[in-house]
């Protein structure tokens, strides 16, 4: 199974950055990534994915609506790392981010489909 450890996360005044990173270690190469998040009192949501499609060399980033436009999803096969970029932060972007691995190699958003699962790093925004 693969371990998923995020960190990046903090305090950040609004409409400010931070840059998210998981580190996995396992194999990761075709499966899809994820990023969810989870605020207090509230049920953890998908954010953002890559997804590979085989016989292709491409990873294609995939997001929600709260998150398109202002967070960009990457991967860095190489260092087995995947990041969150995100900016223009908003006061309701403060939660708990989760990094997750998928068994599939195709675009989900489903969190019963991400079989490995990061502890969270905390992101606050302040207004």
């Known amino acids: 199974q693969v371990q998923l450890v995020e960190s990046g996360g903090g305090l950040v005044q609004a409409g400010g950055s931070l840059r998210l990173s998981c580190a996995a270690s396992?194999?990761?190469?075709?499966?899809?990534m994820g990023w969810f998040r989870q605020a207090p009192g509230k049920e953890r949501e998908f954010i953002a994915g890559?997804?590979?499609?085989?016989?292709?060399?491409?990873?294609?980033?995939y997001y929600s609506d709260s998150a398109k436009g202002r967070f960009t999803i990457s991967r860095n096969n190489a260092k087995n790392t995947v990041y969150l970029q995100m900016n223009s932060l908003k006061p309701e972007d403060t939660a708990d981010y989760y990094c997750?691995?998928?068994?599939?190699?195709?675009?989900?958003?489903?969190?019963?489909?991400?079989?490995?699962w990061g502890q969270g790093t905390q992101v606050t925004v302040s207004s």
């Open positions: 396992g194999r990761t190469f075709g499966s899809t």
């Open positions: 890559i997804s590979w499609y085989r016989g292709t060399s491409y990873y294609t980033p």
């Open positions: 997750a691995a998928s068994r599939w190699s195709t675009a989900t958003m489903t969190m019963g489909d991400f079989d490995s």
